[in-house]
Structures are given as C-alpha cells and as structure tokens.
C-alpha cells in the first residue's frame, strides 16, 4: 500500500484521520504541514501529525489530500511531540489542540507567509536621479525618501503614486517583495508604560516587597482595573533579580502581544 498520511482535524473526536496523499505536489510531505482535507460534505484544515503504509480504513474508503496549503511545517518537531503529549496526558483531542495553539487566520486555511510589496531606488536610480529637473518637486520629493536606501512599503508609497509611476517607467524604482509570517502581524509595542494609578501603585508594592519570601496574593479588581500592568511591572522586577516568572494567559490570542511586551 502506498504511503497513508494521518491527519489531526479540529474536531471533539479523539483520533486522527487517513488520507491519500496529494495526486501532486511542489513540496516535500512532512509533520506539522497542513492540507485542506475533504471531510464529509465540507473542506476542511488538517495538520499532518506522520504517515505509515497501513491504515485501518479500507483502501476503497480512503479519501485523497485536495491539497497542501504548507511548503514549510507550522510546528516544528519538538513543538508537534509537545502537543501530541499534552492531548494524550489530558485525553483530550488532538484536533482541538493544535487547533488551539494555531493562529486563527492559520486556522482557517490563510498561508504561512503573505507577501508585502516595497519600494526601493534601482541601481539607476541612484546614478541618474540628478537628471530629474528640480522643478519636478514630487519627483524629487519621493526620490529624497527613497535615498536613505530603505525599503519602503506600498502604503507608505500609496500617496505618492503619480510620481512613483513615472519613475517605475525610468527604471529608477523596482518593486521588491517581501514575505512576512501571517502569526507576527500583532500589535506592535513601541516601549511606552502607561502611568499606574494610586491603586495599582499600591498594590505593585505589596507584590515587590513580598517577593523572596513565601507568600499568597490574590488581586482582585473588576474587567479592565489594570491587574495584568500590575503583573508584568512585578515580573519586571522579578527579572532585574535574575530571578523567573510564570505567566498564565487566559486566551491563546493574547500570547503573541503578551510576548512582544
């Protein structure tokens, strides 16, 4: 029998599912892929989780891969052996859990990595900008931007369009695509605290000056009172201690911007 690929699929059923493999593909099959999978009446997303040549399904039964939606695997081998452990310790279904540690836009089938356009001056441009006529002032307004040699992105470059245009057909400025991963399009934290106000301050210090011993606490404050601002202020200070914190997150989809702060 050919090769017979084990899916798991974010379903409450605790198995996994058999597949043909793909009639094609581009990449090699590997764990941690995903596929878009027929099941029953619908399409679904699937995670390859290994592959043998036996299969408890009668050959006449197997369904075929539509298609691999990966060139690369979303969990790498360590992560995958993780969480298969993690389903089995909890008897919990697999399908639901790697669903659960999965980005939703990755959940839903979206690609690994989606392609941004840039700008940036060609070799070129860079040797005969001085041929502009310094009367052309958009030409020259846009050729000032893109001479500090950075990529510039296509919605920064949205309200220069005309001239970015004219000098696309000079072949001063090129196109360049870059790829960015869909699961680090998270809000981006430029560094800045926000103020603590009395009550938080108050109970920053009860945390700080109990740390090094053994002790309890539990704050309590309504949705929104700023409790997390006081969590991560005393883990700062648990940090500058050389000493570790242990940080719970209610909500997969808060890990990301929760790692960035």
């Known amino acids: 029998m050919s090769a017979i690929l084990h899916f798991a699929i974010d379903t409450p059923l605790r198995r996994i599912f058999d597949y043909l493999p793909p009639v094609q593909s581009s990449h090699p099959i590997r764990p941690g892929q995903r596929a878009w999978l ?23 039964k197997l369904r ?22 993690t389903a089995d310790y909890y008897h919990h279904a697999i399908g639901e859990v790697l669903a659960a540690a999965t980005p939703i836009a990755l959940r839903d089938g979206a690609p690994q990595f989606a392609s941004e356009i840039h700008w940036r001056l060609t070799a070129l441009g860079k ?39 004219a000098l696309l057909k000079r072949g001063f400025v090129e196109r360049v695509a870059v790829e960015s991963a869909v699961s ?19 109970a920053l210090e009860v945390v700080v000056t109990a740390l090094g011993s053994f002790r309890t606490l539990l704050l309590y404050g309504v949705t929104g009172s700023g409790k997390t601002e006081v969590y991560l202020r005393a883990i700062d200070e648990v940090l500058k201690r050389n000493q570790q914190s242990l940080v719970l997150v209610p909500e997969i989809a808060l890990t990301p911007q929760l790692v960035e702060r």
């Open 64 to 85: 075929r891969v539509a298609e691999l939606i990966d060139a690369e695997p979303i969990f790498d081998e360590v992560l995958l052996k993780l969480l298969q452990w």
């Open 184 to 202: 680090s399009k998270e809000p981006h934290f430029d560094g800045t605290l926000p103020t603590l106000t009395t009550e938080q301050q108050q």
């Open 127 to 165: 040797t005969e900008s001085a041929s502009i006529s310094p009367r052309a002032t958009r030409l020259q307004a846009l050729l000032s931007i893109l001479s500090d040699e950075q990529l510039h992105s296509d919605e920064v470059m949205s309200e220069h369009r005309d001239a970015l245009r």
């Open 38 to 60: 027929p099941f029953g009446k619908r399409r679904v997303v699937g995670v390859l989780i290994g592959q043998s040549t036996h299969s408890d399904v009668p050959p006449s």
